[in-house]
DNA sequence: CTCGATATTTAGTGCATCCTAAATTGTCCG
DNA sequence: CGGACAATTTAGGATGCACTAAATATCGAG
């Protein structure tokens, strides 16, 4: 019990858990520029919240260092991305809500509905496993399926992913590109890299050299390869020894 | 355009307009320590906030004497009423939501909600015009039956209304009583009076002594009777000439 | 190993919303 | 008409969360 209250998380907090989350599942760290970015507030806010919540036991903070979530950090976190997710799941398939409006919606309803509101709507679903993305959906004890990507967008760095499909009409310089040298069935991509928040990454297809590309990530459907690389394999989100390329000392 | 932005209003705001609006609407003016006992803040509280509201231009403010509401005002109220109602309208018929939780549901979600979601659930449901309680929906352009009560709690002071059934199980007494003295068909109460917020109301049943009941008054359902007593008959919210007991002078 | 670029934290503020306690005003009764 | 009492407003704070500007720490280059 190191949270205090069960439900009493405001809508800022559990915007930076969300971030923290993503952040770190993707990258192995989160700094506070980073979080800055993602939330698109000013650095210094995020260290004054950073505090706050690292006071009441949502994450650790070493100054000058970054964050962890802890696990009540990270049970937090998966409640409001269940919610977000269950969310966009029903407008969009329930309600044929429009494509392009589904998050934003979704990113405002998931501070606001009741844990029971969201299983009546998960009922209603027939409990999906995965939203009109296919991320995973957080189970209701807070395990997620942390191999399952969908798109390019979703991979950590350092790991593999067999590409499975392009399908965009914007750039079709890049994606004819794409086509051309990755798309041999079952082509795999690795993500070396990625900008800070949403930005360009960095791919190696196969054995060829590293690319850039901009950010079409959401567009390349992929199928997760389990790379051995990076130490855990596990599922579940409880001891996750702190990914990849978090520094020590 | 004496609103300052479109789609702005911070949840604190649309309580208070929300609650500003059916004080007016049930006992035709809204005090001070009315809307703080409908919000659950110090009366002080409202004060500031009445001030900061007045000089946005969503009400009219004469210190030490009550407030109005503006068209502006009016129309975010009724904009907030219609969410609601139309959340709990699909709570209840689609997802068949618990009814002693949808009320508090909608209250959260009815901040959250775009208006576009709120026409996608009214267009799923048909373009309703009353909730489960009977109570109107407004119109997007903010029109509203005020003529439509469906319970004695919806009843404005002074007005009559026929009573339709009383339906409850608690307070056997009291029903029994109005079962016997009033439920001749079509038998009718005027509401002489009402406690502040939601508490007890004083009825006269046809020509009878007025009396005081206990607050069951949302157990009975009335149909309204058009009222010639205060000025106004009008359908809509426009040019409502504050209602019948407003103190003048 | 020192320096500078960059990331991070501290300091000092602002705004929205709430609170309590202390004036102030309005009303109504004798 | 003059209080007394209730309703209301003012004064003075507290909290949550954001911001800017000014320190300060870290890290990679030379």
Redesign the interface.
Known sequence: MTAPSPRALTEPVEDYLKAIYELERRNGAASTSEVALALAVAPASVTGMVRRLAAQGYLDHVPYRGVQLTAAGRAAALRTIRRHRILETY?TQV???PWD?VH??AE??E????D??IE??AA?LGHPTSDPHGAPIPTVDGLVDERVHRTLADLAVGHTARMVRVASDKDPDLLRYLADIALRPGAEVTLVARAPYDGPLTLRIGEAQPIVGPNLAAQVLVEPVLTPAPASAASATEPKPAASRARRR
């Open positions: 407008l309600l044929g809500y409006r934003d919606e405002r309803l501070h606001a509905a009741s029971e509101l009546c709507l209603a």
